[in-house]
């Protein structure tokens, strides 16, 4: 069983940083690209930044220059630094990872999304 579990999340003031990160558990041959998505009150969920195992990222470009995106490899983790925060970037984020487990075919996993309200 492979499971995704979120931390960091928050409530924090316009202009504030926060990191966010999710760790995945389980046995599992490989952990490929990892990802971080979000999603507002009322809209579709949307892609924040991925990075691929050897490292390589790619950002929205409403958080470019603002949020970093990061994993340890040794830790199953990935992170998400976000500075610079705007109201407009509250919304439960949600990681996702392309992993390949022991028994089971190759897939995408959710984690379960943790709060980020930026707000004074």
């Known amino acids: 069983q492979v499971q995704l579990v979120e931390s960091g999340g928050g409530l924090v003031q316009p202009g504030g940083s926060l990191r966010v990160s999710c760790a995945a558990s389980?046995?599992?041959?490989?952990?490929?690209?990892m990802g971080w998505y979000r999603q507002a009150p009322g809209k579709q969920r949307e892609l924040v930044a991925t990075?691929?195992?050897?490292?390589?990222?790619n950002y929205a470009d409403s958080v470019k220059g603002r949020f970093t995106i990061s994993r340890d490899n040794a830790k199953n983790t990935v992170y998400l630094q976000m500075n610079s925060l705007k109201p407009e970037d509250t919304a439960v984020y949600y990681c996702?990872?392309?992993?390949?487990?022991?028994?089971?075919?190759?897939?995408?996993?959710w984690g379960q999304g943790t709060q980020v309200t930026v707000s004074s």
């Open positions: 996702n990872a392309d992993i390949k487990a022991i028994g089971l075919s190759r897939d995408i996993y």
């Open positions: 389980g046995r599992f041959f490989s952990i490929n690209r």
């Open positions: 990075i691929a195992s050897g490292g390589s990222t």
